[in-house]
């Protein structure tokens, strides 16, 4: 098998000999196909099916329009999905032997895996499409100055609400706490209420808190849960309790409360002002991946501009590429597409390592056990 | 064939997919095996962990009750289910059978997604009781829906049939000149049913307690469904330590095993009822 340093090199080679065609009267245009051929004829060289470990949704059941530029240019090695239900579950996967190339954690998951030796950084001069990428979120993939995550999609944890129903106190995560709702309040199964609930007691590092703060984050959640009637962990489940009316308030996405506006429900998605916490799925390259040029390809047709607009169209979700705009004015407004600071601060927190994750997850299961 | 080459095949079966599979997850609980890289060997941590957990013990127990309220409700409501159909002497009584198990037609995920349907609080019951103004729509009956009733009363809707089968089996076997020789002794009808028919059917009824019993006892998928908060059991724990938030495989491997001991120990004590003879010369 060939070595990468190889294939780098014949890249080199290959490259000049396309802008050399492109330069004897080929055109702009033919360069740019000759770019795209070689490529394709550097990840061609690469053998066998892309091995992909992605969530649910993303992969053949669903996802296909986000990869399909991919798959047209590289049909022999189209991508072969496995599936993850949560990053916990990538990494026992990962452990236990899986050998995908590529796989999807969120951000926060970022300097874990950089540092865990499980992954290897990503060439952004192999993604055509990576300076469109919004430069925070790309900054955010980063460890160490080397580029280990590469952002895709992304959406803010915050609260949705019947406007019909609640007259919230403030603008605050309080409302999920809030006695006066008892039986009518969903959380979302994930460590992360263990750092909503430091936001909302004004710690100062939510994402690193310390023993006592640990405790009353905790303590909190275990004497609020008697106001939850649902955990919810898909958003199937929150559509489901939220348009039926079950549930009135609920930590939720964007895409939940677009949702829940075209079920003709009077809702509002609310930015609280201790701030909505951003989260942004970042695509990682194994470190034992044995086709990473065409991991790299792959990566870059999910960060086309063309895909980032199917996937906000049909999913709800926002998308790194900030070119992209969804039909929806509603979901442009909950995503605040048109400003790219607003997934970090001032507007918002960036979702971010967690030093003590094990610590975190052990406290939010003994939460929900209590 | 030989006894030892007719064993062969379901031994080699069992010590590969169920005796090895235990011995490995053991393995885990002392951290004799690992998930993640590193140095490791022979420890009690995790067992010394859960042992003094109250909340794991306040889990186990909630389970315990719920497994044994379900269990013990639909014992009691398919005995005369199976009696009917075994007894009454109906020609229709196979058709009837396959009615009662006609539900398993469909899939269970399904079977649960239904009584969401009917137990929220726009659903079918709420809405009847709006609609006979017997509640409010403000104010429907919330705890119908994910809460530990729900649960119950899924559970108990999912295995019935189970309930059902054995002790009309155990019923129908019934040697029928007993109870001819009980009426000819003048033994009233319910006395004949406490001398005769109860005890020999018990071996069925054992044995239907212990099929919902024991896996509802470790169930988590209609808790997850339908249980909200109030419902979450201790197989839900399992899961979540197995793959949730950070993989905690020693504590899951730990709370599984605890689970395994605990279903091998009551079995072992009840196993003497599975045997229809000796429950006979009793």
């Known amino acids: 098998m060939e070595s990468e340093e190889t294939i780098d090199r014949r890249f080199d080679r290959q490259t000049l000999f396309r802008y050399a065609a492109a330069a ?5 245009l033919a360069g740019r196909t000759g770019i795209a051929d070689a490529m394709r004829a550097i990840s061609t060289a690469e053998t066998g099916r892309l091995q992909v470990m992605d969530w649910a949704g993303y992969g053949n059941d669903g996802g296909q329009s986000m990869f399909a530029s991919y798959v047209k240019t590289h049909a022999a090695n189209k991508p072969q999905f496995s599936y993850m239900t949560n990053e916990s579950d990538a990494l026992a996967k990962l452990h236990a032997g899986a050998k995908p190339d590529l796989f999807r954690p969120y951000v926060g998951w970022v300097k874990y895996f950089a540092t865990s030796g499980l992954v290897q950084p990503w060439d952004p001069s192999l993604i055509s499409n990576f300076k469109h990428l919004n430069p925070f979120m790309v900054k955010a993939g980063q460890y160490g100055g080397k580029q280990y995550g590469i952002p895709d999609d992304w959406g803010f944890d915050a609260i949705l609400y019947r406007t019909d129903k609640v007259t919230p106190k403030s603008n605050s995560w309080g409302l999920i706490f809030d006695d006066r709702y008892k039986g009518k309040i969903s959380w979302f ?16 590092n939510p994402w690193n808190q310390t023993d006592a703060q640990l405790k009353q984050s905790q303590d909190l959640l275990i004497k609020k849960k008697k106001n939850v009637r649902l955990i919810w962990s898909s958003e199937t489940n929150l559509w ?3 348009g039926s009316g079950d549930i009135w308030i609920a930590y939720a996405w964007p895409n ?14 609310m930015r609280p002002k201790e701030k909505p916490v951003a989260w942004v799925g970042m695509f990682m390259l194994l470190k034992t991946s044995s086709r990473p040029k065409l991991a790299h390809a792959y990566v870059d047709a999910w960060s086309s501009t063309k895909s980032a607009k199917w996937l906000e169209d049909n999913y709800g979700y926002g998308h790194a590429n900030t070119l992209a705009r969804p039909a929806s004015s509603d979901l442009l407004k909950a995503l605040q597409l048109t400003n790219p600071r607003a997934v970090t601060e001032p507007n918002a927190h960036l979702d971010r390592d967690i030093p ?15 | 064939m030989t006894t030892p080459g007719l064993l062969g095949l379901p031994v080699a079966w069992l010590g590969v997919f169920f005796v090895a599979p235990i011995v490995i997850v053991a393995l885990y609980s002392f951290n004799v095996y690992t998930l993640f890289p590193g140095p490791h060997g022979f420890t ?9 957990s109250g909340i794991y013990r306040h889990l186990f127990w909630k389970s315990i009750e719920m497994s044994l309220i379900v269990s013990i409700s639909i014992v009691v409501l398919a005995y005369p289910l199976a009696y009917y159909l075994a007894l009454s002497g109906t020609r229709r009584k196979y058709v009837l059978l396959l009615l009662l198990i006609a539900p398993f037609l469909t899939s269970y995920l399904l079977r649960v997604l239904a009584w969401k349907v009917i137990l929220g609080d726009q659903g079918v019951i709420n809405s ?8 409010s729509p403000e104010h429907p009956i919330s705890q119908l829906l994910y809460s530990r009733f729900a649960v119950m009363l899924v559970l108990a809707y999912i295995w019935l049939p189970f309930v059902a089968l054995p002790i009309f089996v155990a019923l129908e076997n019934l040697d029928q000149r007993l109870l001819e020789a009980a009426g000819d002794l003048y033994a009233s009808r319910w006395r004949a049913f406490f001398a005769v028919t109860l005890p020999l059917s018990l071996p069925g009824v054992i044995a239907a307690f212990f099929f919902v019993f024991i896996p509802t006892i470790g169930e988590f998928v209609t808790p997850s469904l339908v249980g909200g908060t109030g419902g979450y059991m201790y197989g839900n724990q399992i899961v979540d330590k197995f793959g949730a938030g950070f993989p905690d495989w020693e504590t899951g491997s ?10 091998a120990i009551l079995t072992a004590i009840f196993s003497r009822f599975l045997q229809p003879q000796r429950v006979a010369a009793e």
């Open chain 1, 240 to 242: 489901e309790a939220f």
């Open chain 2, 44 to 52: 009690l941590d995790a067992w010394r962990t859960v042992a003094h």
């Open chain 1, 189 to 204: 199964d994930d460590l992360n209420m263990i750092t909503i609930a430091g936001l909302y007691l004004g710690f100062k």
């Open chain 2, 254 to 263: 730990v709370l599984a095993l605890f689970l395994i001991i605990v279903v």
């Open chain 1, 356 to 370: 003590r994750r094990a610590t975190y997850a052990n406290l939010w299961e003994q939460v929900k056990a209590s």
């Open chain 2, 128 to 135: 009847f009781l709006v609609w006979t103004h017997l509640r």
């Open chain 1, 256 to 269: 939940d409360w677009v949702q829940m506006k075209k079920k003709g429900l009077k809702v509002a998605y």
């Open chain 1, 24 to 28: 004897g009267g080929a055109g702009v």
